[in-house]
């Protein structure tokens, strides 16, 4: 008899476990489906949706299974997809009445396009995630881990997607009671950047800020290739097409700063341009859309501080495609250190920013550009020395067609120049020389219409007329003195200005001097 009772024991104990496992996995979709209503209530613009949960009770733990996350005005694709999510709450911090709790996300997808981001910066007070996080009971996150996670942002449909794979994410003491200029949370990642980089990032985080996260801390950028970011700068009409980046440094981007503090970088090998079209469309109307988004990319612009910079064996053009003929500036064989240098030399840290360029423009002119950029304090000053030596004059004969309808066929130039700006005023001058000038050559334009031939010859004698007897050289040397065109043109600004001067009306207008004498 004591045996059976143990056996009816034993049998209850096993009907009523079994009963309480059963009332579990019942449990499961009732939950499962309270997830999803109580977190969709509170988002207005995305949705969650969870495949499939599992409720472990004596465990204080769940897992979920095929979560996705998506934008509503722009749900395809989902932003996020997780195969495997594990969630636990710790006893001990139970006991204390606080709800700490442990996560673990296994091969996540993040799939995030422009529209998505332009729809996100543009309300970031209506998707309200963040509010609806902070609304709730106080919450902390002990420790959130990501493995093997793939990252990609599409810019344009038709444009190279910019991935990061192999993710592996770790984060600490994430709070729903953080202060908005804060950064409470530990955050570490590593990932792999296209095909060969890597990025790695350590410091702190703000997971609650407006509209996106908030980062402070130390990241490095190794074996970056350069035409894998074409995706994100061919909007800007950067063509990019070989090279490697590295980089290392510190950076803060949140609503309140955003700055990057490189201590050093390497381009290597580079060959990139900018390729300038003109908008026919009403060109007062475009000006005063121009400056309403340049207005609104300087609010938004990040700071930039190099403490010491390389570029080793790089090519940058520019191509201008609103001229007939469309024509290719271009420096080859660039080498260039940069010290101390910002895009805001209004915020320069310390002493003068000093860049030194060397290269062959055009391909053949020997070329040294160097500088000297003081603090913006509250105006620009700097020292500028540009120097191209014996330069063909012939490869420059699509710039010649198109703003001065002529071509030559043989000579060289040399340019030298100094500018100073200070006290809102510009000093200094340019120097072209012009070496054994031929404009007209039978046999290139033999299929030239004779009265063209004839235009050419005569600018071509008129040249002659010009050269000194002695070096058998043009020289001119216009004088730049006088006041800063824009005084509210920073320096960056005015250095391009003076330059575009410098070259279009020392060197251009010379030719066409000419053609108005003939």
């Not at 493995?147 to 810019?155: G, H, I, L, P």
């Not at 996106?212 to 700068?233: H, K, P, Q, S, W």
């Amino acid at each position: 008899m004591r045996h059976g009772w143990i056996a009816w024991v034993v049998g209850i104990l096993a009907v009523v476990l079994a009963l309480v496992i059963g009332s579990v996995f019942l449990m499961d979709e009732p939950v499962r489906r309270y997830i999803e209503h109580q977190v969709n209530r509170q988002l207005h613009v995305y949705s969650l949706h969870v495949g499939k949960l599992d409720l472990h009770p004596l465990a204080l733990s769940l897992d979920l299974e095929n979560v996705s996350i998506v934008q509503n005005r722009h749900p395809d694709p989902p932003i996020v997809v997780i195969p495997q999510w594990h969630a636990s709450l710790q006893w001990t911090e139970l006991m204390k009445t606080n709800i700490v709790s442990d996560h673990v996300i296994k091969h996540p997808v993040v799939n995030v396009t422009r529209s998505q981001v332009k729809s996100e910066l543009a309300n970031p007070t209506k998707s309200g995630w963040q509010d609806a996080l902070r609304a709730i009971f106080p919450v902390r996150i002990n420790e959130l881990k990501v493995e093997d996670a793939e990252v990609t942002y599409f810019d344009h449909p038709k444009a190279r997607p910019l991935k990061l794979s192999h993710l592996q994410f770790e984060a600490g003491d994430i709070s729903n009671r953080a202060q908005e200029q804060d950064y409470p949370s530990t955050i570490r990642f590593d990932a792999q950047l296209f095909k060969a980089g890597r990025v790695t990032f350590g410091g702190r985080a703000n997971f609650l800020t407006k509209p996106l996260l908030a980062l402070n801390g130390d990241f490095t950028l190794e074996r970056v290739l350069i035409e894998d970011l074409i995706g994100l700068t061919g909007r800007y009409n950067v063509q990019l097409r070989s090279g490697q980046l590295q980089a290392e440094g510190q950076v803060e981007y949140a609503p309140w700063k955003k700055t990057a503090d490189i201590n050093h970088f390497l381009l290597e090998d580079v060959k990139a341009d900018y390729v300038y079209r003109k908008h026919p469309r009403d060109e007062a109307g475009r000006e005063e859309v121009v400056a309403t988004v340049k207005e609104m990319q300087r609010k938004d612009e990040v700071t930039v501080y190099v403490k010491h910079g390389k570029v080793l064996h790089s090519e940058f053009g520019f191509v201008n495609k609103s001229t007939n003929p469309e024509y290719r500036v271009v420096m080859m064989d660039v080498n260039a250190e940069f010290d101390n240098i910002s895009n805001r030399l209004k915020e320069l840290k310390q002493g003068n920013a000093v860049a030194k360029v060397t290269g062959l423009f055009m391909g053949t002119g020997r070329t040294v550009a160097a500088g000297t950029f003081g603090r913006e304090d509250p105006n620009p000053a700097f020292d500028l020395d540009v120097r191209i030596v014996k330069m063909e004059l012939k490869s420059l004969n699509d710039v010649l067609r198109a703003y001065a309808d002529i071509d030559v066929s043989k000579g060289a130039l040399s340019f030298f120049s100094q500018l100073s700006v200070k006290d809102g005023q510009v000093t200094g001058y340019v120097k072209p020389m012009f070496g054994d000038v031929e404009v007209y050559d039978p046999q290139q334009d033999k299929d030239k219409a004779m009265t063209r031939k004839w235009y050419e010859a005569v600018v071509g004698g008129v040249v002659g007329l010009l050269k000194n007897p002695r070096t058998e050289q043009v020289a001119a040397q216009p004088d730049l003195s006088g006041p800063v065109t824009n005084p509210q043109a920073d320096t960056w600004q005015i250095v391009a200005t003076l330059i575009q001067n410098a070259f279009f009306k020392a060197i251009l207008p010379r030719l066409e001097q000419e053609r108005g004498r003939s």
